[in-house]
């Protein structure tokens, strides 16, 4: 297979694995790999990750995607990459090697503590500065926490050697052979720690969670130069790093999402719905975040964005934890035994509920059991909490916006599913959009990357190259929808009584 002169190579670095995509200008994807790591769970509700194993999955992706084409890797004209976001990492500037296990964005240990700052008053104050609630999702609320309680980061700090970093900087410092310490604007947008309207670290919110400026990246646009590489096995020195975003606004430019109102909701370990609200910073009234979405160009672009933690990790839990189905794809035909989930509610809740309701301490749960409960049941549950939690989400945008959502744009590995996306559409009564390319969370990185390196002159050259798949119309009666609601509501009351 010969490709193309013009490959960008993309670097999705999720939360259960990593994706390489090589991808020419024409936005053909030549090859991808994608692996797997370890899941780290010391203590119930604490979520980690080996920076190491996120490095080897990244060098393995890498040379397996250009082994399956067989291009010369000098053909790689750029690198994009697309991160989980609130994911937080600590290692030495001096010798590069990781001083303890990354916090992953899922982790809860420092609900007490965001309870603490509630108390006192500060989250309004915060939400007005970063556009963010005080919650354990955040990064700031775990870099105050490894300070406290890890003695190697509190050392290294103390002697300056510390580097802070979301995913994105720790995986530049790597390609960089240690050249560069930076993120960009919409990754620390999602850190509790930078301000939304000077685009800046914020000196006030340091103080407030102690945290010392000497550990912190630079912060550069979305599609600036971050580094080139130097030593990477199986990649030539000086490709450029030109594209990086955070996996949720990765996806919104992805699903060519350019224009301000529209919106995207991408399945994967959980469920992110974000609306593009164009240079206008919007402030919710429903407990939605306000974000960076990028920035290029010297222009921000901002989103409204609500999340619900556990969407496709619920499905996964059926495969291993309970061993109802042996492959996560097997979970639609199971679900499809059933019409209905014959009053079983699912309450998606594994590592606290998000937005609107803003539960960290919250579990996972199945109401409405009976003995004529199947394993179909269970698994039709499930994929109807999925929907049932992205509803209350879009609801609150609703009201946020003061108008209804016309339509939806659904991308991620479980948008694949057809039963989750027709319960969606039919709860929501808005179409829902399914773009041929689902992977458009590695597909924003490509955009980024490539408008980095002017493969792509402007935004608008992006939407032309957006394909539907298939479009989902609602379909259910009104009275079955209410019932669905109606129960959805009165599980929720055992969780958030008010």
């Known amino acids: 297979m010969t490709a193309s002169k013009n490959v960008i190579l993309a670097i999705d670095q999720g939360t259960t694995g990593t994706t390489a995509l090589l991808v020419d200008t024409k936005l053909k994807i030549l090859a991808s790999h994608n692996e797997e790591f370890r899941q780290i769970f010391p203590q119930?509700?604490?979520?980690?990750?080996?920076?190491?194993?996120?490095?080897?999955?990244?060098?393995?992706?890498?040379?397996?995607?250009?082994?399956?084409?067989?291009?010369?890797?000098?053909?790689?004209?750029?690198?994009?990459?697309t991160n989980q976001r609130e994911t937080s990492?600590?290692?030495?500037?001096?010798?590069?090697?990781?001083?303890?296990n990354a916090i992953v964005w899922q982790d809860r240990r420092t609900s007490e503590y965001c309870l603490k700052l509630k108390d006192a008053g500060k989250e309004s104050w915060v939400q007005q500065k970063t556009g963010l609630l005080l919650d354990p999702y955040f990064s700031g609320t775990k870099v105050h926490w490894a300070l406290e309680h890890l003695s190697a980061v509190r050392k290294s700090a103390d002697q300056s050697d510390c580097a802070f970093g979301t995913i994105d900087?720790?995986?530049?410092?790597?390609?960089?052979?240690?050249?560069?310490?930076?993120?960009e604007s919409s990754n620390a947008s999602r850190t509790l720690l930078f301000n939304l309207s000077t685009l800046d670290w914020d000196p006030e919110l340091l103080e407030l969670f102690e945290i010392p400026t000497s550990i912190l990246p630079q912060v550069l646009e979305?599609?600036?130069?971050?580094?080139k590489t130097r030593?990477?096995?199986?990649?030539?020195?000086?490709?450029?790093?030109?594209?990086?975003?955070?996996?949720?606004?990765?996806?919104?430019?992805?699903?060519?999402?350019?224009q301000e109102g529209m919106a995207k909701c991408t399945y994967g370990t959980g469920a992110f719905i974000l609306l593009n609200t164009g240079s206008v910073i919007r402030k919710s009234q429903h407990k939605l975040l306000s974000t960076v979405a990028w920035k290029i160009g010297g222009n921000t672009t901002y989103a409204l964005e609500g999340s619900a933690f556990s969407a496709g990790s619920s499905v996964q839990w059926l495969r291993d934890g309970l061993g109802l189905i042996k492959k996560s794809s097997e979970v639609e035909a199971l679900a499809k035994k059933v019409k209905t989930s014959d009053g079983v509610v699912f309450v998606p809740g594994f590592t606290g509920i998000g937005a609107p309701y803003w539960l960290p301490n919250a579990r996972a749960a199945f109401f409405g059991i009976s003995r004529g409960?199947?394993?179909?049941?269970?698994?039709?549950?499930v994929l109807e909490g999925i929907a049932l939690m992205n509803y209350d989400i879009l609801k609150a945008?609703?009201?946020?916006?003061?108008?209804?959502?016309?339509?939806?744009?659904?991308?991620?590995?479980?948008?694949?599913?057809?039963?989750?996306?027709?319960f969606q559409a039919d709860l929501l009564e808005v179409a829902l959009s399914r773009p041929r390319m689902v992977e458009t969370t590695a597909l924003g990185a490509v955009f980024a990357a490539g408008l980095g390196v002017g493969v792509w002159s402007h935004l608008s050259d992006i939407s032309k190259s957006w394909k539907r798949d298939r479009l989902f119309k609602p379909q259910m009666l009104l009275e079955q929808r209410e019932k669905y609601l109606i129960d959805w509501k009165s599980t929720l009351r055992f969780f958030n009584p008010s």
């Not at 530049?172 to 930076?182: Q, R």
């Not at 490709?239 to 350019?258: K, N, R, T, W």
């Not at 409960?373 to 549950?381: C, P, V, W």
């Open 373 to 381: 409960t199947t394993r179909a049941h269970l698994a039709r549950a």
């Open 89 to 100: 990492c600590f290692w030495s500037k001096s010798t590069g090697k990781p001083l303890c």
């Open 222 to 227: 979305s599609t600036a130069l971050f580094g």
């Open 397 to 422: 945008m609703e009201r946020d916006l003061g108008t209804k959502l016309r339509s939806l744009n659904v991308d991620g590995g479980a948008s694949l599913n057809n039963l989750l996306m027709q």
């Open 44 to 81: 119930p509700g604490w979520v980690e990750h080996h920076l190491n194993d996120i490095w080897r999955s990244t060098l393995k992706c890498i040379q397996s995607a250009l082994k399956k084409v067989k291009i010369s890797s000098n053909q790689i004209i750029a690198i994009g990459i």
């Open 231 to 258: 030593k990477v096995p199986g990649l030539p020195d000086g490709i450029p790093i030109h594209g990086v975003l955070g996996d949720q606004q990765a996806a919104l430019l992805g699903q060519a999402c350019i």
């Open 169 to 183: 900087s720790f995986l530049i410092h790597k390609l960089t052979s240690g050249g560069a310490h930076v993120t």
